[in-house]
Structures are given as structure tokens and as C-alpha cells.
């Protein structure tokens, strides 16, 4: 009685719980055989320069935790970040202003290997974007290629930001279903990750006592 109740409960519970074990199955063999490297879009990025900058050409008094120096579109530009947040000026301490549209895609010819296509400035968030999670405004930079790469460009500074291809976008949907938060797919502290992990524990632990019931029944058929 008690085992024909364990696989009852057993069967209707995995056919329940089958779809989200088979999206875990499937999303982490597709994590497991693909470089994030290669996701993030690394291997789009050009190789670094060594500049040499005098520090003490800097014309500038600052209260910083950290100071930076480093080019954007050939030009010298001061990264200042301090315990209230992050700005850039030039040599001389005055504020940068933005890029122009023209000038985000210099960055991505500067930057990349990639060849910009259009360039569109970014200043709201949306949930579940391909930037998410990076400081506003950027520029979202298209470019020419296979992949539908996208090039996400700091409007300010001219950093890369985030690379996305379509690569990235198989993996962010992957990404989703394992943590099942399919809309914003970041969350990992969700309600429903926790129901659906608890109840693939109690379906392992079900089908673990169904093998030893069994080993147990024949045991006893075999003695009388």
C-alpha cells in the first residue's frame, strides 16, 4: 500500500514538474558547452593599447578614491569616481560632454572589430533589456554583422559597455528558464524557483524510496 501511494504521488508529481527539469536539463547543457567569453563578446573586442600618460600633467585638484586616465577618440579623458559616484572631464578639469551619434560609432570602430551600421541614444531602462544593468544614457550601436551584434557605448566616456549578439540573446533566454523568471531574467531569489526546486528535491527523494521499496518487496517475496 505505502509503495503503490510513493509512486502514485511519485508519477504526478515529476509529469508536473517534468517541463521546467527538462528546461533546467537543456539550459545548462547549452551553458556548459558555450564559452561566456564568446557570449559576452569578447572575441569582438579589439586588443588594448599601451598609452603612457604622465600623471602629472594633470591640471586638476580632486577628491577621488580612484583616478583614472585613458583615451577616448584619441583624446586624454580623466575617469574621477568618488563615494558619491562617477564623472569624466578632460585635462584640465572641465566636464565632458556627451558623444554625438557620429562619435559612438568612432568609439565602436575604436574599440572593435565590429562596423557600426546606426547609432541610438539610450536614456530609460526597460525591464528584461540587453542593457540592463548599465548606467544611463548609452548608445545603442548596430553594427554589420551575421550575429546582429549590438554594441551598447557609455555616452560619455566612450567605453564598451555590453556587447549582445544573438549568441547572448539564445543565452539569456536560457538564462530565464532556469531561474524561471522569464520577463526580467535576473531575479534568482524568485517564488517560483523556490517551489519548483523544493518539489524536484521531494520528486528525487520520492523516486529514491520507490527503488528501495521495491528492493524491499522482492526481498520478501523471495524469502517466503
Known amino acids: 500500500m505505502l509503495q503503490f501511494m510513493v509512486r502514485s504521488f511519485h508519477k504526478y508529481l515529476s509529469l508536473f ?8 536539463t537543456v539550459s545548462g547543457i547549452y551553458f556548459s558547452f ?3 567569453e564568446l557570449i559576452r563578446g569578447e572575441q569582438y573586442l579589439s586588443p588594448k593599447k599601451d598609452f603612457q600618460f604622465d600623471m602629472n600633467e594633470l591640471n586638476l585638484k580632486l577628491t577621488a578614491k580612484n583616478v583614472s586616465v585613458f583615451k577616448r577618440l584619441n583624446k586624454w579623458i580623466v575617469k574621477v569616481e ?3 559616484g562617477t564623472y569624466y572631464t578632460n585635462t584640465e578639469g572641465d566636464k565632458l560632454d556627451e558623444l554625438s551619434s557620429d562619435e559612438a560609432m568612432q568609439a565602436v570602430r575604436d574599440h572593435t572589430s565590429l562596423i557600426p551600421v546606426k547609432a541610438i541614444r ?3 531602462s526597460n525591464r528584461g533589456s540587453e542593457y540592463r544593468g548599465r548606467s544611463l544614457p548609452l548608445f545603442k ?7 546582429n551584434v549590438n554594441v551598447y557605448i557609455d555616452a560619455v566616456s ?3 559597455q555590453a556587447i549582445r549578439s544573438n549568441s547572448w540573446r539564445i543565452w539569456d533566454f536560457f538564462w530565464g528558464t532556469h531561474i524561471m523568471d522569464y520577463r526580467e531574467r535576473e531575479n534568482i531569489d524568485n517564488l517560483f ?7 524536484a528535491l521531494i520528486s528525487a527523494l520520492s523516486g529514491i524510496m520507490l527503488f528501495f521499496l521495491g528492493r524491499q518487496r522482492k526481498a520478501a517475496g523471495r524469502s517466503k
Open 17 to 24: 514538474i517534468s517541463i521546467q527539469l527538462l528546461l533546467w
Open 34 to 36: 558555450n564559452k561566456i
Open 122 to 124: 539610450i536614456t530609460n
Open 193 to 199: 524557483l523556490k517551489i519548483f526546486s523544493i518539489l
Open 141 to 147: 550601436v548596430s553594427t554589420s554583422s551575421e550575429e
Open 82 to 84: 568618488t563615494n558619491s
Open 158 to 160: 566612450g567605453e564598451v
